[in-house]
């Protein structure tokens, strides 16, 4: 067992709102440079919707992530080999024209425009090439479902579904969509770093928070098109990669990232994992249907004696285990496993999870009266207006058994509460809910509070980083204590 | 150079002492630095001058330099070969007049010659003009008729198929002659096509091969000098390069221009073949592909 620990994250999507706060905070601190522009580390994509950039999803295109093949795993877009053919062009970069090419306003005109029969506008310019533009795509181009018919209607995820299916989403007075905030998965398996044949991306050993060293990155771009979630973005200003670093200063001094802390809807949680690095491999080799339950299989229980055993003997500070056993993240992923990590297929393992949404509560018209109740309980599940296959496919790896087992479960602790505030449904009823959703009332209350009523502290238990201790496999910390502040972003130094 | 004028400086010096015995001594000392600076002004001739001037023995590009004092006074002639080209340029008449005589071809200027050392150059060029048969008549070269055997060797001395004793380089790796193949020889040097009518024949050719002079072949070719041997048949190619070509005088960059253009859209072609599932964009032919269902 080679303990090691991860900050993880859970994001619930049945709060999020769309509000892309998220987004703007992160911009507005990290991606406001020149170069920058098009980079969102953090974005809301609306699903079903094609996302940013376009379809990423679709690695039959992008070939980003881990395809099996003659018993291992390879990237989809590179090997030894092929990087020789391809040194001088990587044949699987997106183009700009898949994010979309940035621009701003010509605010001058407002004020100096001439007299004229209307009001002056102010008209978008290029960022690229200074000139007006009209302006085709955005980072969040379909958002609610804008341009549906072409956006929504080319989901990879609607793969799989029937053509009714695909109708019925399409349907007026139907149509149904939900939020799919993105950062970075801070992967257990991350293809980028595989990728890389500089070595400038790294997963920090103390908290799993996945890097590009900004004065090794060599612009060969191999990280963009071997990320499946595109979360790297190459600078064209500075010539390098760069990627959501889960603003790990913040983290570093106790504060959650940027874009956790903004959250109006409170759907973000952060919190540490320990799980065991011996197996990753073996658990990347696993056949699809068995991916999710062999990733869950990685995590290790902070509180088993053998596993702090382990962990202390892997460095890992005792208040990072302290930490562990406080996580909400490992209730949601192992105790309560409602919260799924999104596109498992892609064999990343990635250490971001999401609690798949509800849909919105099906109704059936009695005469002239509209019931909520229908003797199948789970019924608003079994035909939610959003296809079952389309959540497997985003979250159950094309499975679906793991996404229903997740709604349910919130299905049942709604009535649950219900039945407790509301009334209108009994307990007894409540409780049959929760059992056949494999859940308890103390469950059915933590999930309630964490979800409802989760205060700061509850959401994000942040680790101690311990940054000393890191330092000290490069530095003596005391002279590090001693030196650092003096000079800019790197210390003074002798010579050139 | 400063240490030779520091001994010459210092032989005169001794030689003003009276001393019988110290004289004797120091005269030896002092003929040797001498005697050194006349072989080095030798040198230096054969290798810069050589190749185009004899003294004595007739023109070859250059004029024949015996007596060249006497035709013409000191101080014009240092300034001239300082800087030929200024010479010309500012129209002198002499300096005209033998560039007429050398059908054009401009003296190039000489590597590390300097005022003293042309004055150096001067008093031995009046010392060997003296006498009746100067070490400097020029280099002896068979005047055999050219066959055919020698044209084919110069061709491959000149391509490089032969290679060069002294382990030169090619010439084609600088220089081109027309028909030589479908893209010609390298565009760094001039080309040698008309380059035995250029220079004036057999002899003078002959003798500049022995060491080219100019700024460029000549720091390449002082260590691996040409052999008698490959002078022959690489003159024997250059003259008859020069009938093949007749009296068209254009180069042909059309061929090179083709066969480049040629060239490329073959590779782009291989190109798009082995990069056939390069990513070609996703969000504009989906766009495209959305108009136009939503417009059936």
């Not at chain 1, 795509?137 to 793969?159: C, E, V």
């Not at chain 2, 003259?239 to 253009?261: C, I, R, W, Y």
Request: glycine content about 8%.
């Amino acid at each position: 067992m080679n303990v090691r620990s991860q900050v993880s994250m859970v994001f619930h999507l049945d709060k999020c709102i769309g509000c892309h706060t998220c987004s703007i905070a992160c911009k507005n601190i990290w991606t406001d440079r020149k170069g920058t522009d098009y980079m969102w580390w953090n974005n809301v994509e609306t699903k079903p919707g094609t996302g940013f950039p376009t379809q990423w999803e679709d690695q039959d295109k992008y070939k980003g992530g881990w395809e099996k093949k003659n018993g291992s795993i390879n990237l989809k877009s590179t090997d030894k080999k092929r990087i020789a053919l391809n040194i001088f062009h990587n044949p699987h970069m997106p183009s700009m024209d898949d994010y979309y090419e940035p621009w701003t306003y010509d605010y001058q005109n407002l004020f100096t425009a001439k007299e004229g029969p209307d009001q002056p506008t102010a008209v978008p310019i290029s960022k690229v090439t200074g000139e007006q533009i009209n302006v085709e795509s955005g980072p969040n181009w379909d958002d609610d479902l804008g341009g549906s018919p072409i956006y929504a209607a080319n989901d990879p995820n609607l793969d799989g579904l029937s053509e009714d299916q695909k109708a019925q989403l399409q349907a007026i007075e139907r149509l149904v969509f939900f939020y799919f905030p993105r950062i970075c998965n801070h992967c257990l398996n991350p293809a980028c770093v595989a990728s890389c044949p500089s070595g400038a991306l790294y997963k920090r050993g103390e908290d799993g928070i996945v890097l590009i060293d900004q004065k090794k990155c060599r612009a060969w771009r191999s990280c963009v098109s071997a990320c499946p979630y595109k979360k790297t973005y190459f600078n064209w200003f500075t010539g390098k990669s760069e990627k959501c670093i889960l603003c790990f200063p913040r983290v570093e001094t106790g504060q959650a990232p940027a874009c956790f802390h903004s959250c109006v809807g409170r759907i973000r949680y952060l919190g540490v994992l320990l799980y065991d690095a011996d197996r990753i491999e073996e658990v990347c080799n696993l056949p699809d249907e068995e991916l999710i339950e062999g990733h869950r299989s990685l995590i290790l229980d902070p509180n088993d004696p053998e596993v702090i055993k382990a962990a202390k003997r892997n460095g890992i500070p005792d208040a990072v285990v302290d930490s562990a056993q406080q996580s909400p993240i490992y209730k949601f992923v192992i105790d309560w496993r409602i919260a799924l990590p999104p596109h498992i297929e892609y064999r990343t393992m990635p250490m971001l999870y999401y609690v798949p949404p509800m849909s919105p509560v099906m109704s059936v018209r009695n005469e002239d009266t509209i019931e909520h109740v229908s003797d199948n309980l789970f019924h608003d599940i079994d035909e939610a207006r959003i296809p079952m296959k389309f959540l497997a496919n985003l979250f159950g790896g094309g499975h679906e058994a793991k996404v229903v087992y997740a709604l349910r479960k919130q299905k049942a602790i709604r009535w649950y509460r219900r039945a407790l505030t509301v009334g209108d449904v009994t307990m007894e009823t409540a409780k049959q809910m929760l059992n056949e959703a494999d859940c308890t009332v103390d469950e059915a209350e933590a999930i309630y509070r964490l979800t409802s009523l989760c205060t700061f502290e509850e959401r994000f238990v942040i680790p101690p980083s311990h940054r000393e201790e890191a330092i000290e496999m490069s530095q003596d910390p005391h002279e590090r204590r001693q030196s650092t502040g003096f000079g800019f972003l790197a210390g003074p130094r002798r010579g050139l | 150079m400063i240490g030779i004028g520091n001994t010459l400086s210092g032989s005169r010096r001794v030689e003003r002492r009276r001393s019988v015995q110290q004289v004797g001594v120091f005269a030896i000392i002092a003929a040797f630095p001498l005697a050194a600076r006349g072989q080095e002004t030798a040198a230096y001739f054969k290798q810069n001058c050589y190749s185009c001037h004899t003294i004595g023995g007739g023109r070859l590009v250059g004029p024949d330099l015996k007596d060249v004092t006497s035709r013409k006074d000191r101080d014009w002639i240092v300034r001239f070969i300082l800087n030929p080209q200024a010479m010309i340029d500012r129209g002198d008449p002499y300096a005209t007049r033998i560039l007429g005589e050398a059908r054009g071809v401009v003296m190039p200027p000489v590597a590390g010659l300097s005022r003293d050392r042309a004055n150096q150059i001067l008093d031995m060029i009046e010392a060997e003009s003296a006498f009746e048969k100067s070490q400097f008549e020029g280099v002896k070269f068979s005047d055999r008729p050219f066959t055919a055997a020698d044209v084919d060797r110069g061709h491959a001395l000149f391509t490089g198929r032969a290679k060069f004793k002294n382990s030169g380089p090619p010439c084609m790796s600088c220089h081109t002659v027309r028909g030589l193949t479908l893209l010609g020889g390298g565009r760094l040097g001039v080309d040698l096509t008309k380059v035995s009518e250029r220079i004036g024949g057999r002899k003078p050719l002959s003798a500049w091969l022995v060491s080219p002079a100019t700024v460029t072949m000549q720091p390449v070719f002082a260590k691996h000098p040409l052999e008698a041997e490959e002078i022959l048949p690489l003159v024997a190619y250059f003259e008859h390069s020069a009938k093949q070509a007749g009296d068209d005088d254009s180069v042909a960059p059309l061929t090179f221009f083709l066969v480049g253009l040629a060239g490329m859209v073959l590779m782009l072609g291989l190109f798009d073949v082995v990069w056939k599932n390069r990513f070609r964009g996703v969000r504009r032919p989906l766009v495209a592909g959305g108009e136009m269902r939503t417009s059936v």
